[in-house]
């Protein structure tokens, strides 16, 4: 079975730094576009950053300078530094990505979320 599989959420003050990671797992070959989603309570899912397999990255204005999107293609994971965070921050982030099965079919997946709670 396909999924994504996400860790690294929890709580922290205001000022601190987490790091997420989103691991692709189950039969494929590889992953293409993969980003961070975050949904606050009562607000609509946005888009936070995003990373090609090339390399090219998108950052939503609010965490530029702030969060950092990585990847690693050959274990098919994402990560993301969240550094200076800010109560604002605190969102439920999901993992996104495309994601190519072994018969070369892409298909677009999400993880089942992980809490980041900053505190003031």
């Known amino acids: 079975q396909v999924q994504l599989v996400e860790s690294g959420g929890g709580l922290v003050q205001a000022g601190g730094s987490l790091r997420l990671s989103c691991a692709a797992s189950g039969s494929i070959s590889s992953a293409n576009a993969m980003a961070w989603y975050r949904q606050a309570p009562g607000k609509q899912r946005q888009l936070v950053a995003s990373l090609s397999r090339g390399g090219i990255t998108n950052y939503a204005d609010s965490v530029k300078g702030r969060f950092t999107v990585s990847r690693d293609n050959a274990k098919n994971t994402i990560y993301l530094q969240m550094n200076s965070l800010k109560p604002e921050d605190t969102a439920v982030y999901y993992c996104?990505?495309?994601?190519?099965?072994?018969?070369?079919?892409?298909?677009?997946?999400w993880g089942q979320g992980t809490q980041v709670t900053v505190s003031s």
């Open positions: 996104n990505a495309d994601l190519v099965d072994l018969y070369y079919r892409m298909r677009n997946y």
